[in-house]
């Protein structure tokens, strides 16, 4: 069993920054990392990911080159960095586990085998 515990979130005016820290107890050497976000009254969507063995990253469109995801192995945990945030990433941010080595297509959440409780973040215009 994996445990997943979110840290990092918080309120920022716009153009602010954050760093979300997801950390795994009980892991799996072959994984897969994920963030989702969720904000009010819309779907759950994929943000961005990590192939653990290979460092490989992917982000969906409306925060690449914004954020950041990367790893810390020696410490079983996983970040994302935030930088020029908008209003519209608002949202709570879940940390999501796949116990595989590659990272499935796209961002389905059925793939995931385990999940965060979630961290808000909020910006302000």
């Known amino acids: 069993t994996v445990q997943l515990v979110e840290s990092g979130g918080g309120s920022v005016q716009a153009g602010g920054s954050l760093r979300l820290s997801c950390v795994a107890y009980?892991?799996?050497?072959?994984?897969?990392v994920a963030w989702f976000r969720q904000a009010p009254g819309k779907e759950r969507e994929g943000v961005a990911k990590i192939q653990s063995f290979s460092g490989t990253t992917y982000y969906t469109d409306s925060v690449k080159g914004r954020f950041t995801i990367s790893q810390d192995n020696a410490k079983n945990t996983v970040y994302l960095e935030m930088e020029s945030l908008k209003p519209e990433d608002t949202a709570m941010y879940y940390c999501?586990?796949?116990?595989?080595?590659?990272?499935?297509?796209?961002?389905?959440?059925?793939?995931?085998?385990?999940w965060g409780q979630g961290t808000q973040v909020t910006v302000s215009s």
């Open positions: 009980g892991y799996t050497y072959s994984r897969c």
């Open positions: 999501a586990y796949q116990a595989r080595s590659y990272c499935s297509d796209g961002w389905a959440e059925h793939e995931y085998n385990y």
